[in-house]
Structures are given as structure tokens and as C-alpha cells.
């Protein structure tokens, strides 16, 4: 299996940008897939995840600004950016595991997942 990220760069604040995570190797009839990211000198978070079933779930900061799509037929995961803020500005890596759907209590740690890509840098200025 094998994410790579795509996407990132520099915006300025109120900005939009739309990153990409392609999907090889990987039955995408059953998954749950997430977005993380992490700023330099902070934990790495969970930003957002989608599942199988199309559920999604969103961490409460970028809730409303954020969205989290996937296009089956195109093995590609998205993360939508808007209304960027200095604070969002980070290496956001997209992570797969192969389950029926994301649980909500637990979607958000980071063991949970198998696979990882290398990150895209986002930047907002």
C-alpha cells in the first residue's frame, strides 16, 4: 500500500487549497482513511476521516472550514482547505486502515492506522 500526498503550498489567510492522497495497492471497499497533520515543535492531530460507509468526522478546529472527500473510481483521497489560518499551517499526512468504518471515540489516534504517507507542507501566511 502506498499514500502519496499532493496539494500543499503557501496561502494566504482566508485562502483555500485542496490536497490530494493517492491510493495504490489498497481494497477501497472497506477502509477507514484520515487526515493528520503536524506544526513544527506539536503532537501530530487528526484533522479529519471518512469511511466506507461515507461517514465523516471532523476535529472541532477546523469543523465548518475543512471537508474530507474520496473519489473511489480515482483511488484518491482530498482534503478541501478553506478559510485558512496561520494556525492551520503544517505537514498534513494522509493515513489509511483497512476496517469497516471510523469509530468515533477512536479516530483520532494515530496507532489505529496502518498506513502512512510522507506529507504535503502547508503554509498560510
Known amino acids: 500500500v502506498q499514500l502519496v500526498e499532493s496539494g500543499g503550498g503557501l496561502v494566504q489567510a482566508g485562502g483555500s487549497l485542496t490536497l490530494s492522497c493517492a491510493i495504490s495497492?489498497?481494497?477501497?471497499?472497506?477502509?477507514?482513511m484520515a487526515w493528520f497533520r503536524q506544526a513544527p515543535g506539536k503532537e501530530r492531530e487528526a484533522v479529519a476521516a471518512?469511511?466506507?460507509?461515507?461517514?465523516?468526522l471532523y476535529a472541532q478546529s477546523v469543523r465548518g472550514r475543512f471537508s474530507i472527500s474520496i473519489d473511489s473510481a480515482q483511488n484518491t483521497l482530498y482534503l478541501h482547505l478553506n478559510g485558512l489560518k496561520p494556525e492551520d499551517t503544517a505537514t498534513y499526512l494522509c493515513?489509511?486502515?483497512?476496517?469497516?468504518?471510523?469509530?468515533?471515540?477512536?479516530?483520532?489516534?494515530?496507532?489505529?492506522?496502518?498506513?502512512w504517507g510522507q506529507g504535503t507542507q502547508v503554509t498560510v501566511s
Open positions: 493515513a489509511a486502515d483497512q476496517r469497516d468504518f471510523c469509530p468515533t471515540n477512536t479516530w483520532h489516534v494515530q496507532a489505529t492506522f496502518d498506513y
Open positions: 495497492g489498497y481494497f477501497l471497499n472497506r477502509f477507514c
Open positions: 471518512i469511511d466506507a460507509r461515507g461517514g465523516t
